[in-house]
């Protein structure tokens, strides 16, 4: 049998997302690095709600359901735990993952299955034509909010780090070197993997991220996340951020007695390092990508199979025995 290539993964249906979405630039980087995971593609399972996003399952050539909305971690979990061998992928969106469906988010998220999910946030409801979403910043003018949102916020990655996720994660919808290396890193991990992807939506919210990809600011507005190495962000990789009074980050620059050897060096596996990323920023501190946290823990299939298997060699199957026990009459 050939190997697998980007090619197999491609399915014979129309991409119908408006032209210039991000979607197509997530699209194209899922299906490059899938066939690079050495998994069979009769193994692969993509669910997903409703939204724009969730259109990806036609998109996949693999096996896939477009669910309902916000449910899409419950199916997830059920494929997962009846058929712990899958690769079980989940799409959502920030609408769909944080508003109708926020309480499956972040079961799935501290129940650890074994399952990548990937959030597409472009900060506003796409499908149903530019109302203000659960990520909109506060003032944004919507079709919702004419006169501006008074809503705080979600952030999706203290989100997940609050629901005690094993793998949290963001990256860039145009930026496609770093995109594979977190999708990869997320496939490899044993547990509920999150990622938020920054994701443009030309139509209704376009340039919400263009600090963070044009090639003029990109530099200065994003921190990139390396376990084990300093937090050294700019051009010229010329500024950083420490610990400052009261153990604060703070913005530095590089020089004048300030050196990488001041600078905070980040470790993945520490939960006060993932929260304090999670809070930085813009203005006033990058916006951080990469991995924040990537720690072990048990999943969840595998302490559900492990009972069912106790349960099984305590006590043989007995269906009619089972139907019958217990309060039983007859009617005659």
């Keep these: 049998m050939s190997a697998l290539t980007k090619k197999d993964f491609v399915s014979d249906q129309d991409v119908r997302w408006c032209p210039g979405?991000?979607?197509?630039?997530?699209?194209?980087?899922?299906?490059?690095?899938?066939?690079?995971?050495?998994?069979?593609?009769?193994?692969?399972?993509?669910?997903s709600g409703i939204g724009c996003s969730s259109r990806f399952p036609y998109y996949v050539n693999t096996y896939g359901v477009h669910s309902i909305h916000g449910r899409a971690p419950a199916i997830a979990s059920g494929i997962k735990i009846t058929r712990p061998e899958l690769?079980?992928?989940?799409?959502?969106?920030?609408?769909?993952?944080?508003?109708?469906g926020g309480n499956h988010l972040i079961h799935i998220l501290r129940r650890n299955l074994d399952v990548n999910i990937l959030l597409f946030n472009n900060r506003i409801y796409g499908l149903t034509k530019g109302q203000y979403s659960p990520t909109s910043e506060v003032g944004k003018k919507t079709k919702s909010t004419p006169l501006g949102s008074v809503d705080h916020p979600f952030d999706p990655i203290a989100l997940a780090l609050g629901a005690g996720a094993s793998f949290v994660a963001r990256s860039l919808d145009?930026?496609?070197?770093?995109?594979?290396?977190?999708?990869?890193?997320?496939?490899?991990?044993r547990g509920a993997s999150f990622v938020e992807i920054l994701?443009?939506?030309?139509?209704?919210?376009d340039g919400a991220f263009d600090a963070l990809t044009d090639k003029a600011t990109k530099?200065?507005?994003?921190?990139?996340?390396?376990?084990?190495k300093p937090l050294v962000f700019g051009t010229d990789r010329t500024r950083g951020i420490r610990l400052g009074q009261n153990l604060r980050p703070e913005v530095v620059t590089l020089g004048d007695g300030v050196t990488e050897a001041d600078l905070l060096v980040y470790d993945e596996t520490n939960p006060v390092h993932a929260q304090m990323a999670a809070t930085l920023q813009d203005p006033a501190f990058p916006t951080a990508i990469g991995v924040f946290t990537a720690v072990e823990r048990a999943c969840y299939e595998d302490n559900a199979q492990a009972q069912v298997t106790e349960a099984k060699q305590r006590k043989p199957p007995d269906l009619q025995g089972l139907l019958t026990q217990g309060d039983t009459w007859t009617i005659s």
């Design 174 to 189: 145009v930026d496609a070197k770093h995109l594979q290396q977190v999708l990869k890193r997320a496939h490899a991990h």
């Design 87 to 100: 690769s079980v992928w989940i799409v959502t969106g920030d609408g769909d993952a944080l508003s109708i």
């Design 21 to 47: 979405c991000g979607d197509y630039a997530i699209l194209a980087q899922v299906q490059k690095i899938l066939p690079e995971l050495g998994v069979p593609r009769e193994n692969f399972v993509f669910v």
């Design 219 to 228: 530099s200065d507005h994003t921190l990139v996340l390396e376990h084990g």
């Design 199 to 205: 994701q443009n939506c030309n139509v209704f919210n």
